[in-house]
């Protein structure tokens, strides 16, 4: 299986060299140069089967010869094995032909756990047979950092730096970065908001010695490993549903694009995907790209659903590259535009191709907090103030299909956006329960990029 950048310019490479670099050389992110087919026999036959063994069956077409079908078979079983669920991507219905697919029964309570958790294993097995050695740095606006401390926590041949805006992100989200005690952790609170930590990070990533040297490897949402990782939930959902005798719809809250491009995947494997549904907060970037043909930013407003204010969405640069058929030098063009004049039009056969795959809504403040509030008058559910965007979304999209929400994070993350719509705070679940009682750990830094390389340097192990 070979990789190739969206931007055309960069080397092609196996899935362990993909998912070990991240981002690509020229700018651009990497994409299978095709995507394996399943025959309808082997979608039915995932009906039913552990998560775990349908996840191996769905990923390991994208391995190429990577690791043997048994190695597979216990890193995946290693990444899921802390989930406090036993069917990991449990389906709850909401109403009739209305459903919620809950992704936060993992270790950090999103759903970003699904996708790190394995990365972890896979990164760490690859490593450790090349004796070669990495330093993840990542930066978090708070549900990646803490998904990658747990995933990466303990592993030999890894060192993970997290940067996170100090004084800017939820007191749980902070714990869950602060409280690891594993030496190859390190939580940085860095004076600055998010564009900050994102900026750094970018400086990091741009200073090629630098990345050379301590082996820098990037684990935010561009990973190709990541979007293959959620993949697997759209299979194991939509065959529990009767796929692939029917089809079934999926509505999918939306930042980076990265979780809703898994589904796109799924649907070119061979899934009988009805709709696919962008759902965005009040930060609509993707939703009037597809109203409109035209990708414009706005700036960003806060919201109570955080994980998906955006203004540049990384993923749908993947997309773009589909819709342009390939081309490489259009998405640069592309991407050019957005970076130096702020937008640029789709052209019309791109937002044809594009309308044909996808819809798209989007939740206002008062509509999310309804959308929690209705949920759990119907059914007793709680949902989050992301999987609520969703479900807003969802019910205004329902056709004659099953409709999936994707519950991206469980309510106690994010218990004062829950208490304004319903008014209890949900409590922390059982695995957790002690979170406010364990010691932190964390580096204070002010926003000087030479103070955090040197940081880099000299705490990570070699
Ligand atoms: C990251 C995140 C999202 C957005 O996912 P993308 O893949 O970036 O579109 C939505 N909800 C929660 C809770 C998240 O953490």
Known sequence: MRYISTRGQ?????????????????????????????????????????????ARRVVLPFLGDAF????????????????????????????????????????????????????????QASLARSGKRITIVGATSGDTGSAAIEAFKGLANVDVF?????????????RQMTTAAEENVHAIALEGDFDTCQGRLKDLFNDHSFRDEVGLAGVNSINWARVLAQVVYYFTSATALGAPHRAVDFTVPTGNFGDIFAGHIARRMGLPVGKLVIATNQND?????????EQRKEGVSPSMSPSMDIQVSSNFERVLFEAY????????????????????????????????????????????????????????EIL?????????????????????????????????????????????????????DRPERVTEMADDLSALKTFIRETRRT
């Open 162 to 174: 997290i940067l996170f805006p100090q004084g800017r992100v939820s007191e749980v989200q902070r």
């Open 325 to 380: 058929g390939n081309d490489g030098a259009a998405v640069s063009a592309a991407m050019e535009g957005l970076a130096s004049e702020g937008g640029y039009a789709l052209g019309q056969g791109a937002w044809g191709w594009l309308a044909e795959r996808f819809a798209s809504g989007r939740a206002s403040e008062e509509e999310t907090l309804q959308a929690i509030f209705r949920a759990q008058v119907a059914t007793g």
């Open 285 to 293: 970037i993707l939703h009037r790209t597809m109203a409109t043909g």
């Open 68 to 123: 043997t079908e048994g190695e597979l078979e216990g890193l995946i079983e290693a990444a899921y094995a802390e989930f406090a669920h036993a069917a990991r991507a449990p389906l709850r219905q909401m109403g009739p032909n209305l459903f919620l697919l809950e992704l936060f029964h993992g270790p950090t309570l999103a759903f970003k756990d699904f996708a790190m958790q394995l990365i972890g294993q896979l990164m």
């Open 10 to 54: 960069a080397p092609v490479l196996g899935f362990e060299e993909a998912m070990l670099t991240g981002l690509a050389r020229d700018g651009g992110l990497y994409v299978p140069e095709t995507v394996p087919v399943m025959a309808p026999e082997e979608i039915a036959a995932l009906a039913g089967l552990p998560y775990e063994e349908a």
């Open 384 to 436: 989050c103030p992301h999987s609520a965007v969703g479900y807003h979304v969802a019910e205004t999209q329902q056709g004659a299909n099953p409709m999936v929400t994707l519950a991206t994070a469980h309510p106690a993350k994010f218990p004062d956006a829950v208490e304004k719509a319903i008014g209890l705070r949900p409590p922390l679940p059982p695995q957790m329960a002690d979170l406010y």
